[in-house]
């Protein structure tokens, strides 16, 4: 009886040592915190796909109104929530160099295309890989790539104008997401593939399996490649899978043999890369020609990575990651924007009439041919694209971990002295921002005008974060931005996004994904209009 009776006493003292123990981290540093579960912290909804991620994110920030940061818990892991926007420029950019990197996912060796991404890579490697990327994502590149991404558009839509239907009803992630496959295939791997005619090519059947990270045991996956990275590394655990691995391995290969061999030259990201491999350096400035950029939501890159050099002994491996990288976030985040945007046209009648009334002045006024340069300069629909990122932004946050001690000073009287170390996690919940009535009145509300010439000057820098903030901010923005302007130009030129019987109006985020995605799906309908020029 005595032993059961011990048992069962160091059972209820390592469960409160391992499990209750660490969830008053915040309260010993003099930080508020949201009252975590034993083992789950604060995400007990989100691990049981209870609540979406989004909303999840949007919680977080709303634990601490009137604070300046917060602390919460993913399941045992401290996480400091940074809420104030000049807290935000002063870690982001101002003393980036103490929180230079992302949190780790996955080992470089069990897992070298997930770990050897540009996300995931960290200090100086990080650095110099920035640095040989930048030049694919320069104005110059954008406006040189514009015609692939031009083309898959005009595909897309041609698909179902060709359908001679007054009326098509379509899944809209479905189908955005064979465009971005195109848009990717063509601008990063040189493949041209068309995903509206031959929907089950193997570059679209890989990429949506690449991109599925619905379902329990994914959501475990994720959280516990953060939380327990060494567990990982023991066990091998890779994020995505073999057959899946050997896929984007074979077309790298492939595709840099078959340039290499007939010195084929294209406007791309491999292109890129193997440039800096041959020894030729890009000077990103001189790439930077003074032209209309891609829009209000565009990041900039950091003048201080230009004293980095550039990767030269850079790997088949290493190009596979990077392509890897960027094809996850231009199938899947690209095509979600789309998505959310094209379900706001639908329920805003008149800010799609506008927006429509826009394209046809363009289209008019360059004779039917779209170009690089008018397409930027439509006000209204950098305006549209803005609000939509402003209301969904497709990653809903994001983390650094401290790589030097630091202390976030008080500035009110209930605050005191925040001391992080090395190895510590802070996150910046973008769409709390986002929709935070204090930036943005009636922040549920779809309204471009937020970004008027009159009014997008009183929005606070550092609120309106889609892309990130400082250094570490998304590489492609620019390319991103380009390929949904494109989209919604040739889409809502011929068509009327309209809700059909099984449209679901409002919009209710799913829960069984990661990723940004309507509960039932995106159904809508896409109705013929008629133009005078086409």
Known sequence: MIWLVLVIVLAAFLSWYLFVRPMNHFTKMGV??????????????????????LEFIEDIYNYFPGSRYGGVYQFIAPLLIIRDPDLIRQICIKDFDHFTDHRNFFDIE?????????????????????ATLSGSFTSSKMKNMFHLMNEAAENFVNHFIDKKENLVEIELKDAFTRYTNDVIATT????????????????????????????LLTTLKFFGAMIIPKLFKILKIKFFS???????????????????????????????LLEVRNGFKQDVKS????????????????????????????????????????????FDSISTVICFGSYELAVNKDVQDKLREEIRETHESNNGKLTYESLLKMKYMDMVVSETLRKWPPAGGTDRVVTQPYTIEPLTPDESPVHL???????????????????????????????????????????????????????????????????????????????????????????????????????????RVSNDVQ
């Open 242 to 272: 073999d057959d899946i691995l050997a896929f984007f391995r074979s077309i790298v290969n492939q595709s840099i043999k078959f340039r290499e061999e007939k010195n084929i030259v294209r406007p791309d990201m491999i292109n890129q």
């Open 32 to 53: 508020k915190q949201h009252r975590p579960r034993p083992f789950f912290g604060n995400q007990l909804k989100l691990t049981f796909q209870q609540q979406s991620f």
């Open 421 to 527: 170390k090395v190895g510590d996690v802070i996150f910046f919940p973008t769409i709390g921002y986002h929709r935070d009535p204090a930036y943005y009145p009636d922040p549920l509300k779809f309204d471009p005008e937020r970004f008027s010439d009159e009014n997008k000057g009183s929005i606070p820098p550092y609120a309106y974060t889609p892309f990130g903030v400082g250094p570490r901010n998304c590489i492609g923005s620019r390319f991103a931005l380009l390929e949904v302007k494109a989209m919604f130009y040739h889409l809502i030129l011929n068509f009327e996004i309209v809700p059909i019987k099984t449209s679901k109006i409002p919009l209710k985020l799913s829960t069984k994904s990661l990723n940004p995605l309507a509960e039932g799906g995106f159904w809508f309908g896409l109705k």
């Open 287 to 330: 790439q930077e020609e003074i032209i209309l950029d891609t829009g209000f939501a565009t990041v900039k890159e950091s003048a201080h990575l230009g004293k980095f050099k550039q990767l030269k002994n850079l790997t088949n491996d290493d190009i596979t990651a990077q392509a890897l990288l960027f094809f996850f976030a231009g």
């Open 110 to 130: 069990s897992d070298p295309l997930v770990a050897g991404n540009l996300f995931a890579l960290k200090g100086q490697k990080w650095r110099e890989m920035r």
């Open 188 to 215: 990063a791997f040189g493949i041209k593939v068309d995903s509206m005619a031959d929907p089950e090519n193997e570059f679209y059947v890989m990429g949506k399996k690449t991109t599925n990270v619905s379902g």
